[in-house]
């Protein structure tokens, strides 16, 4: 059994794929099984992996019509058979040292899963500009064994599967697998969360190995089908984490944490066109869970609780309210600095008592 | 006798209906979706209703007449729902009437999103005003996601009160109600309740159409609601199924809220409308028995979604 299986799904990426292959093919670590899951590529993608593979007999190919991001991985998944599971996204790259030193590190401390620390980079003018980026801002975690099961906080950690490896072991004992929703619609989040809620044994290294390319920046949502796949794939974590009402109970707080992030990020690239259906569907989502006790305005940062209390309150009127009444265009003149000024004025002691 | 089974089976409980079940009728076999078997159980008639199922039947091969002893609605749509055939159910009522295109669009969406059960918008006719009323009713379209299809979590709104507990504006996949047992109650009253919110919550697929495609006749002379007096305790009865039902599927844990404010809610509606002396013996009962056993004892003011219902409750207690 060799020590690592690597998964990479490919779908046209044949601009970035050597770089990732290669930086795979050369880890410190040669007891590893690179599965390369072409997900019906129409670009030259599957003949750079074959080429590869020709020379290297520890790269496995598998082939088959485009699928979607979740079905590839699980096809991937299905076919592993090393002791643990790595994750490369085709159009980033790896450190040499990578899964050597995850691998030191499971092992020595026998982990369900390790994740590390990341770069982001942009390329500009053949230079490549990376920054660190953290998974814990907090800074608090970091290089000892923790519970992930019984830690809600750590959702607050950057959310990403491929900064880590997992025991296959673990991942089949809970038989973790990504949504096969199409196309790429968010199914980390899934996995994610599957690996959070039932890890025993996990740890996060300040070491960042993995580069992450962010020169393609999300573009904006131009088609219909494409506006809630977010909500889509959070619902399939709900319903995962409502097969046990204790994991629900465990989580619920940081699922609707985690979900107003996601329905943040996804509101600010939706085309104009979709947004209002889009935030009145967040406001009565957010409304009701309230309304059942799933809500914990504590988790969240202050100036977010305003927001959130104010979608909750205003309901399906919020974004009419911010988007097209004329009094609100107006309030938006106001300078920052007097606003915060008048918001500390009303709310700061409230958020003062809550907190406490 | 046939060999292919049809696409859509309508089961339709007549009892004494004689006045409106030609236009009931009439609008079945002149949907624009023909492949149909259309199942009609006599409900034990004493009027000419079974004549006119008969003359009906023998003009129309889709027809299926089924005889019984005086049993209610549920009993028998319970008999309907065991001779279907059809790979999708309608549950319709006779003295109610249908746009022509009701069965083809319902269809054409249950298939298309290959759904356990889709939802349809309708409208009342009054009788006597030979009008509809403006008000369309069946779908809260405030609690619904704008995707389909979705189960009853993604219900923003008391998952009960998102569509009405009737069963005569959704259809529903035949292979889904065998698979979870579905079926009517046999009382008087509130007999379908259990089958359409049994069906909400095992539903894994369920879908809408924003679509007046029915006309619930209001006021009919011999409608069951109006001498509800005879069966005042249905609907309780109907309640504490419907909780075992939650209970038995695992989910009462997460649907507790939901049912107890349903159950409020319903519970008000029923006493509202009722009239002395049944009044005063529901009334007893409430305080002595049935508010204890829907778990709506005790439960503090914020527990309700609705503030009003839940002083109702306090004055009927006090």
């Known amino acids: 059994m060799q020590k690592i299986s690597i998964l990479i799904p490919i779908y046209n990426v044949e601009q970035y794929l050597r770089e990732c292959l290669d930086s795979v093919v050369n880890q410190k670590l040669k007891e590893i099984e690179i599965i390369c899951i072409n997900d019906g590529s129409t670009d030259s993608s599957l003949d750079i992996i074959k080429e590869y593979a020709e020379r290297d007999s520890r790269i496995v190919v598998i082939t088959g019509p485009n699928g979607g991001y979740g079905k590839a991985m699980n096809k991937g998944l299905d076919a592993a058979t090393s002791e643990y599971i790595g994750i490369v996204e085709p159009d980033d790259y790896v450190s040499d040292n990578m899964f050597p030193d995850l691998y030191d590190i499971a092992k020595k401390n026998d982990l369900d899963l390790v994740k590390a620390d990341f770069y982001k980079f942009k390329t500009n003018n053949g230079t490549k500009e990376k920054t660190v980026m953290p998974l814990d801002k907090t800074g608090t975690h970091y290089n000892v064994v923790f519970d992930p099961s019984h830690t809600p906080e750590a959702v607050y950690f950057t959310l990403n599967t491929w900064t880590g490896i997992y025991k296959r072991d673990f991942i089949e004992k809970y038989h973790i697998r990504h949504n096969e929703t199409p196309g790429a619609s968010f199914q980390d989040n899934g996995f994610f969360f599957q690996t959070f809620i039932y890890g025993q044994r996990a740890m996060i290294v300040d070491t960042p190995y993995y580069l992450k390319r962010i020169d393609n920046p999300n573009s904006s949502v131009y088609n219909r089908d494409k506006v809630y796949t977010m909500s889509i794939e959070m619902d399939w974590v709900m319903d995962i984490l409502k097969r046990d009402p204790e994991i629900w109970e465990r989580f619920k707080y940081m699922y609707w944490w985690r979900k107003f992030q996601n329905y943040m990020f996804r509101y600010n690239v939706l085309d104009k066109s979709f947004k209002q259906e889009f935030m009145n569907r967040f406001c009565m989502e957010f409304k009701w869970a309230k309304l059942r006790g799933e809500l914990d305005f504590n988790v969240f940062e202050p100036s977010q609780r305003a927001t959130l209390e104010e979608m909750i309150t205003l309901a399906d009127k919020y974004y009419f309210r911010h988007n097209l009444s004329v009094s609100w265009k107006i309030k938006k003149l106001i300078p920052k600095t007097i606003k915060d000024f008048l918001k500390k004025l009303l709310w700061g002691k409230e958020y003062g008592n809550k907190k406490s | ?318």
């Open chain 2, 1 to 318: 006798m046939e060999t292919k089974n049809h696409e859509i089976s309508v089961i339709i409980p007549v009892y004494n209906s004689e006045k409106y079940l030609r236009q009931c009728l009439d609008s079945i076999v002149n949907q624009t979706f023909k492949d149909l078997e259309i199942i009609c159980v006599n409900d034990g008639s004493t009027d000419s209703s079974l004549q006119i199922l008969q003359e009906y039947a023998s003009k129309d091969d889709r027809f299926v007449v089924i005889n019984q002893e005086n049993g209610g609605a549920g009993k028998a749509r319970n008999t309907g729902l065991q001779s279907a055939t059809g790979k999708y159910l309608s549950f319709l009522d006779s003295d109610d009437f249908f746009e022509p295109t009701m069965l083809q669009k319902a269809h054409e969406k249950i298939e298309k999103d290959n759904s356990d059960f889709v939802v349809y918008n309708s409208d009342q006719y009054v009788t006597e005003k030979n009008d509809y009323v403006s008000a369309v009713c069946g779908i809260r379209p405030t609690a619904i996601p704008p995707y389909m299809p979705f189960s009853y979590r993604r219900l923003t709104e008391n998952i009960f009160k998102a569509f009405v507990g009737w069963a005569w504006d959704k259809l529903y996949r035949k292979s889904f109600v065998d698979e979870h047992k579905l079926y009517f109650q046999e009382q008087r009253t509130s007999n379908d309740m259990l089958f359409v919110f049994s069906a909400l919550i095992v539903a894994k697929r369920i879908s809408v159409i924003y679509e007046v495609l029915a006309h619930q006749r209001r006021d009919a002379e011999g409608s069951l609601s109006k001498t509800r007096e005879k069966s005042w305790f249905c609907f309780y009865d109907a309640l504490i199924a419907l909780k075992d039902r939650i209970e038995k599927e695992g989910l009462y844990w997460e649907l507790e809220k939901d049912f107890i404010n349903y159950a409020l809610h319903f519970t008000m509606w029923n006493y509202e409308t009722l009239a002395e002396p049944t009044k005063s013996k529901l009334k007893e009962k409430l305080r002595t028995e049935w508010f204890d056993n829907l778990g709506i004892t005790g439960k503090p003011e914020d527990y309700f979604y609705n503030s009003f219902e839940y002083h109702e409750y306090l004055d009927i207690v006090k």
